[in-house]
């Protein structure tokens, strides 16, 4: 009998064992189940709060002072570059140009009418300034370049020389290649028509 008990004592162990071991298992995988959505939750709002903290270092340089700007200028006049603009500011030609552009500085700042005289229809040979015209105002020629989108070009190209316009601007510059200053064509008005307008470029101005 004592063997026969110890029989079925020893036959039962197993069960028990497997039942004690089924829980404990199944506790382990609860727990992974539970800690691994929040290292994942953990890594990304760490690699978010990482790319939030980079984003602005790189989306905002930093402004240069008064003193690097003008040591980047005094660095630039002197390569051959700088040196030979320097010479044609200070020669007749490129005095010439800023005495021109001096004459419509306040049209140009305050964007009012100027009124001119068409001299050609074409810009000076050797120019790379797109499409564009010469006209005379107050006794001096200046370069007006335009941007027409292609439904503009067939009133600006209705232009004739000798023909007297309204122009308008925002910006007037020059360069050493040409011997006329260079004003953006940016409203255009003839026989009391306006013929052109600038069209703004998709998000800028």
């Known amino acids: 009998m004592k063997n026969k008990r110890n029989a079925l004592i020893g036959s039962a162990l197993p069960g028990d064992r497997s039942m004690l071991i089924k829980p404990a298992k199944n506790g382990r995988k609860l727990i992974y189940a539970l800690i691994l959505p929040l290292v994942v939750v953990s890594g990304l709002i760490y690699a978010n709060r990482e790319i939030k903290n980079e984003t602005p270092k790189k989306s905002i340089p930093k402004p240069l002072s008064a003193a690097e700007m003008k040591a980047g200028r005094e660095k630039w ?20 140009v800023y005495a021109a552009e001096a004459k419509i500085r306040k ?10 005289v068409v001299t050609s229809l074409s810009l000076p040979p050797g120019s790379r300034l797109g499409f564009g ?71 800028g101005c």
Do not use: C
């Open 77 to 96: 006049e002197a390569t051959p570059a700088g040196i030979m603009y320097k010479k044609w500011e200070a020669s007749p030609a490129g005095k010439k």
């Open 107 to 116: 049209q140009i700042k305050d964007y009012t009418n100027m009124e001119g």
């Open 133 to 203: 015209v010469m006209v005379r105002i107050n006794g001096d020629d200046y370069i007006v370049n335009f941007e027409p989108e292609k439904s503009q070009l067939e009133q600006l190209h209705s232009l004739k020389v000798n023909d007297k316009i309204i122009l308008k601007s925002h910006n007037v510059s020059h360069a050493p290649k040409y011997a006329y200053p260079i004003v953006s064509g940016e409203y255009v008005e003839w026989d009391s028509k306006v013929i052109f307008k600038r069209v703004p470029r998709k998000g």
